[in-house]
Structure formats: C-alpha cells, structure tokens
C-alpha cells in the first residue's frame, strides 16, 4: 500500500520536531499508512519503534522491522501498553490526529459523504457504536450537542429537527439518507464545508475522539522522559485548543499554568514552537488534505 494509502501531513517538520536520537525509543500514535514510521526508522541505527493503531487495515500495512512494535488498541492505552512492554519512558510521541485518506476513500467505512455506503464511520471495525445508531437512537439534547459541538454548526437545530423528523417514519441506515436530511441545511456555497462538518461530528461521537485524545495527552506527561518531544497535528479548532492548553498548562481544560506559592508557573512542558506550524504552498499544492494541519511541538521539562 505505501504512501498511496495516505500521504504524511507536515513529514520532514514532525521529524525535525522529535528531534531523533539513533538508539531512541518513539512512539507513533496513528500509524495509519506508516508514512511517519517509516520516515522516522530511517533515521533510527537502534532503538524501538512503538506504532498504535486500531485498525485492522492499518496493521496490514506494517513494515517488517525487528525495531517496530505494533499495538492493535486505541492511543488511550498509551501508558497500560508501555508498562505491558516494560519500558518506563520514551524519547518522543508523535500523533497525527487526522483520518486516513485510506478511510475517506473506502466507501463502505462510511467516513465520506462523496460515495455511497452505510452509516458506519468506526476507526475500530470491533466496536460496536456506529454512524446510524447515533442519528437513529440519540435524544435531541445530544444530538444538538454533538453537532454544535464536534461540526461547530451554526444551525444545528434546524439540522437536528430534519434528523428526529426523518427518523419517525425511516431510520437512517446509508449515507444517502443523511445526505437528504443534511442538504436543506447547507448555508449557500458551502455545500461541501457544510457536509464535511456533519460528517466529522458524527465520526468524533461514534469514536469518542475528544475523550481518548484527552486521555492520551494527560499521559504523556508521565511516559516522557526529560527532553522527550511531543509532537502533535491536529485538523480542526477543537482539537487544537486541547493540544494547545496541555501543551501550555499541563491541562486539556485550562488556558494557563497553576502557579507554585511563590508564584512561579507549574508546567510540564515547553514549547518549541510557540505558534502552529502549518504546511508550506508546496505541501498543500500536493496533497490538499494536509490544508487545515496545526502541527505543535513541546519538549518535556
């Protein structure tokens, strides 16, 4: 599969930003087509490789490296599996936090509105919440919550009445039943913006994205060691905003830092780069998926 399964987003700065050491053990969080992985292993003469990734399709693209170690798990179990493995701390985590073309362009995971298939949208093919049992079973309040909050839908009432409608006489089941409730909604040309968001909702809800992505960060401060890199790249507003408060205060919910008695800042990191690192003109000439990256990088203290 290769490169062709997925084309890595901000390559050459998230290698720069892991700052490398040949006998380092890193940790790649999303491994999806292996693109960082195999990029990073070159620059490794020993060390260890350690990748996640919960799906089956990603875990049949592994290269063969005595180094690398798979973990068929989500990255919320981050610190169980490195105990599970004996190894205390890291040099370096890397997360690309965005689906893999992979994903977008297999029809029957269901992540895009551009083809046909069923309402899936799960990362993990063993869990068992998928698309249609949120639209399906969901109570008003939440859906309005999901959609509000995950898409940042303006009008996700208006949305969320065309869903409970819909539902009372057809329960949703393909994309294309979606696709009739959510185009009434769609402001004027910004059809494709607009779906887009309904569907990164659904997705964020059905794979409890926010609350793993939570629990991984926090863990990161105790699997790094002193002057491990953090190394993150998110592709919407919420998720940065978590990545950047924890990279600010040790905290996904907080701003800033709390303060000792003496008024000196509590933070377990510092940042290497103070604003988001974004792609270049060239990168985004070549691959378009890689338009809304936010790459930010931290050095543990």
């Known amino acids: 599969m290769g490169d062709v399964y997925h084309i890595p987003v901000l390559l050459q700065e998230c290698i720069d930003g892991l700052n490398l050491k040949e006998n380092g053990v890193y940790v790649d969080l999303t491994f999806g087509g292996g693109g ?24 049949a693209n592994r290269p063969d490296d005595e180094r690398l170690i798979f973990v068929r798990h989500n990255f919320r179990y981050l610190k169980h599996f490195l105990q599970y ?31 046909e ?9 063993q869990a068992t919440l998928k698309a249609d049992e949120v639209l399906n079973e969901y109570e008003e309040d939440d859906l309005f919550r999901i959609f509000k909050n995950y898409g940042e839908i303006k009008n996700a009432g208006k949305l969320v ?26 402001p004027s040309r910004e059809k494709n913006k607009f779906l887009a968001k309904v569907f990164q909702a659904l997705r964020i809800e059905v794979n409890r994205e926010m609350e793993a992505l939570k629990e991984m960060l926090m863990q990161t401060k105790e699997v ?17 905003r978590l990545v950047k408060n924890f990279m600010k205060s040790g ?4 701003a ?18 103070r604003k988001p690192i974004l792609p270049t003109a060239k990168e985004l000439e070549e691959n378009t998926r890689s338009r809304s990256a936010k790459l930010r990088i931290s050095e543990k203290l």
């Open 117 to 125: 298939g069923e309402l899936d949208m799960r990362m993990n093919k």
């Open 256 to 273: 800033q830092a709390d303060q000792d008695f003496f008024g000196k800042s509590l933070v377990p990191f510092k940042a290497i780069s």
């Open 161 to 186: 009445r065309g869903i409970l409608a819909r539902r009372q006489s057809s329960p949703f089941k393909m994309i294309s039943d979606l696709l009739e409730v959510a185009e009434p909604c769609v």
């Open 224 to 240: 790094l060691a002193p002057g491990g890199r953090l190394v993150v790249i998110s592709y919407h507003s919420l998720e940065d």
């Open 251 to 254: 905290d996904c919910d907080k």
């Open 36 to 59: 960082h992985t195999k990029e990073i292993l070159k620059h490794l003469k020993g060390g260890k490789m350690i990748v996640f990734d919960q799906d089956e399709d990603a875990y």
């Open 85 to 115: 493995l004996d190894i205390d701390h890291v040099d370096g985590i890397l997360a690309d936090l965005g689906v893999s073309s992979h994903h977008f362009d297999t029809p029957e995971r269901g992540f895009s509105f551009r083809f």
